[in-house]
């Protein structure tokens, strides 16, 4: 039987529930700078071995290579859910070398989703490179959204990437045309914009999203990059007309599933903004079959079917490397 550690940053919920599926060996490697450091220089003297390391992020691979230097037996497979590689191309060369070199320790990659694995595969199709959907953890299917509603949702922390500022300008392009639409930014993101108008409401942290949910007809996510971030599945659980950027991971999913509609061709203003008049000019009946839709979609995402192919993903990948 494999000794398996987890090493995370919190962890995210999923990820968390992932991990449970096969080990109870956990490792808190901290989540800021400081953290770290302390971190890393305590499991110096720390002498247990493992023969397989999951890691949650680019930040824990520090203190997973270090293992790995000590016991070479070990294998390093790292969750590839945050923005590592996509941000490679663009770290200073000092930066990019030490991530690489870090990076040449894994033995082999799970990704969140088929947009991720295919980035990864970019810089390591020579390593297994697997991936699992996560899935909403705040859901609300027993909510019924107002699809005529012009209130727009965002969800998401600061990271500038996910372009919720795009989505602003967009809503002041249509505001300015007289359409008189409503956007709630809700999380840390919020932190990053400083305009103030009387449409734009910037919610904050908010620990229960259903007023959100009940109340707005559509969820935007103009990502320039995001892996697979579940505030889309929890937004689609209440019946959320979803508007994502084929760079976010939900949207191999909705062309799966013949809804390339609601993919974004890019996430320039004017473009979210015409996608939004487009959406809200579809008459009741088109819009409650795709809120059903995204419902049906979202509930194939679960807790349950997720950890268990996430199991399954996990102990192929180990038996390849």
């Known amino acids: 039987m494999k000794n398996i550690l987890f090493t995370h940053q919190g962890p995210h919920k999923v990820h968390g529930s992932f991990a449970e599926t096969i080990t109870k060996n956990w490792y808190y490697y901290g989540d800021n700078q400081p953290e770290i450091i302390k971190n890393l220089i305590k499991s110096v003297f720390d002498r247990s071995t493992y023969d397989i390391i999951l890691v949650e992020g680019g930040?824990?691979?520090?203190?997973?290579?270090?293992?790995?230097?000590?016991?070479?037996?070990?294998?390093?497979?790292?969750?590839?859910?945050?923005?590592?590689?996509?941000?490679?191309?663009?770290?200073?060369?000092?930066?990019?070398?030490?991530?690489?070199?870090?990076?040449?320790?894994?033995?082999?990659?799970?990704?969140?989703?088929?947009?991720?694995?295919?980035?990864?595969?970019?810089?390591?199709?020579?390593?297994?490179?697997?991936?699992?959907?996560?899935?909403?953890?705040?859901?609300s299917f027993e909510i019924d959204c107002d699809l005529e509603s012009r209130d727009i949702l965002f969800i998401g922390n600061h990271e500038m990437c996910k372009r919720f500022d795009l989505l602003v300008d967009a809503v002041k392009i249509l505001n300015n045309k007289g359409y008189e639409y409503n956007l709630y930014l809700v999380g840390s993101c919020v932190s990053k914009i400083e305009a103030e108008y009387p449409w734009l409401h910037k919610e904050g942290f908010q620990e229960n999203l259903d007023k959100y949910f009940k109340q707005c007809s559509m969820y935007i996510h103009p990502a320039?990059?995001?892996?697979?971030?579940?505030?889309?599945?929890?937004?689609?659980?209440?019946?959320?007309?979803?508007?994502?950027?084929?760079?976010?991971?939900?949207?191999?999913?909705?062309?799966?599933?013949?809804?390339?509609?609601?993919?974004?061709?890019?996430?320039?203003?004017?473009?979210?903004?015409?996608?939004?008049?487009?959406?809200?000019?579809?008459?009741?009946?088109?819009?409650?079959?795709?809120?059903?839709?995204?419902?049906?979609?979202?509930?194939?995402?679960?807790?349950?079917?997720?950890?268990?192919?996430?199991?399954?993903?996990?102990?192929?990948?180990?038996?390849?490397?």
């Open 59 to 139: 930040l824990g691979l520090p203190h997973a290579v270090l293992k790995k230097i000590k016991n070479p037996k070990t294998k390093i497979i790292l969750l590839n859910a945050d923005t590592l590689i996509y941000d490679l191309p663009e770290m200073n060369i000092i930066k990019k070398k030490t991530v690489k070199r870090l990076l040449s320790y894994v033995d082999g990659f799970i990704a969140i989703s088929p947009l991720n694995k295919r980035i990864a595969s970019q810089y390591y199709n020579n390593k297994p490179i697997s991936y699992v959907y996560p899935y909403g953890s705040n859901n």
């Open 224 to 321: 320039d990059f995001d892996s697979c971030p579940v505030t889309v599945f929890e937004a689609m659980s209440s019946g959320l007309i979803p508007i994502i950027t084929k760079n976010v991971g939900e949207a191999d999913i909705l062309d799966d599933n013949k809804l390339e509609c609601l993919i974004l061709e890019n996430n320039q203003p004017e473009t979210i903004a015409e996608k939004i008049v487009e959406m809200g000019k579809q008459d009741l009946n088109w819009k409650q079959n795709i809120s059903l839709q995204c419902k049906e979609i979202s509930s194939e995402y679960n807790k349950e079917s997720q950890s268990k192919e996430f199991k399954k993903v996990f102990q192929e990948l180990i038996e390849k490397i």
